[in-house]
């Protein structure tokens, strides 16, 4: 690339003349958001994915909201700006041993997280979102048990939130796996006036010194309509990009992993494989682009679907 290319202007110039629309996670760098149509969590990136008249998405997060967006709008060109952006609960839960699972519980209704791949929403009964799980788990009739996959974390915690008896996928993600008690606890007490908000996905330990628990965007509302000027944020903390925005004069921390351990370890090794260069390229290319064989889509879209009615 030549150096002296402008990419903002090149990737604007590219969104007009490809008629694209770029969608951005809460955990992109800012600038990545900042250039984005709209920023926000997979459930409602999936709702504008299915919306766009748009001929190109562009999908700025990781490779399985890609996939997601082209199983929803299978005419569109779907592109990512890094092939190689996996995720860790998606990698923990692969197709054969799933299919296992519930074959071992034949009368339990697969409740799958969306950070999971094509293959094993195929195999599932209905997806969710840390935003809409409490509610869909509630919509389901209650003489059936629930099988919850790939987070262990999430899932425990809404089978807390919902009395609903569930066996769990030992699934869990590198981030919020790795946020410390002890640091938080140590944290707190250099900031006492700070509230704790926390992603689901982080373990029981993190979570039970949590004044709020809920999905990037939950945390995101939270903070804002909140009076209070502080706040220990334990999830991918490029969400604090929005929060910044949304409240200028609030103080925001990101929660500690163990001691000793980097600043910006909980930056999300696979959300920051996007750069603006890989944007731009995946723009002019028209690729990487996500391919879903037709069969394998159609079984995927059917629990995603029943997602989008029970939360809508
Ligand atoms: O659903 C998402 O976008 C993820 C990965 C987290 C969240 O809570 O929004």
Not at 42 to 66: H, P, Y
Not at 78 to 106: N, Q, Y
Not at 207 to 229: C, F, M, P, W
Request: aromatic share 6%.
């Amino acid at each position: 690339l030549d150096p002296t290319l402008d990419l903002v202007e090149a990737i604007n110039r590219l969104r007009r003349e490809k008629n694209a629309v770029i969608l951005a996670h809460y955990y992109q760098e800012g600038e990545i958001q900042d250039l984005a149509d709209f920023v926000g969590d997979s459930l409602d990136l999936s709702r504008k994915a299915a919306a766009t008249t748009a001929d190109m998405i562009v999908f700025c997060g990781v490779r399985f909201m890609g996939e997601v967006a082209k199983i929803l709008s299978p005419s569109k060109i779907v592109v990512i700006p890094d092939a190689e952006a996996g995720c860790s609960l998606e990698e923990s839960c692969r197709p054969e041993p799933f299919a296992a699972f519930r074959a071992k519980h034949p009368d339990h209704v697969a409740v799958t997280y969306i950070n999971c791949s094509a293959d094993i929403k195929a195999l599932s009964d209905v997806i969710v979102t840390s935003s809409n799980a409490e509610v869909i788990v509630n919509s389901l009739p209650l003489d059936k048990p629930i099988l919850f996959a790939p987070d262990r974390h999430l899932g425990a915690f809404i089978a807390k939130k919902t009395g609903r008896e569930m066996t769990l996928w030992p699934g869990s993600c590198i981030i919020h796996e790795q946020f410390s008690e002890k640091e938080l606890v140590k944290l707190k007490t250099r900031h006492p006036q700070a509230l704790v908000a926390a992603h689901p996905e982080c373990p029981e330990t993190v979570l039970r010194h949590a004044d709020y628990i809920g999905s990037t965007k939950g945390i995101l509302e939270y903070v804002v309509k909140t009076d209070n000027q502080e706040f220990i944020i334990a999830t991918e903390p490029h969400i604090i990009h929005q929060m910044t925005k949304a409240a200028p004069g609030k103080t925001f921390i990101p929660a500690p992993f163990a001691e000793g351990e980097c600043a910006s370890c909980a930056d999300c090794p696979f959300m920051a494989k996007n750069t603006l260069e890989k944007i731009y390229l995946a723009m002019a290319n028209a690729g990487p682009a996500i391919e879903v064989p037709e069969d394998l889509r159609i079984k995927a879209l059917k629990p995603l679907e029943r997602m989008l009615e029970l939360s809508a």
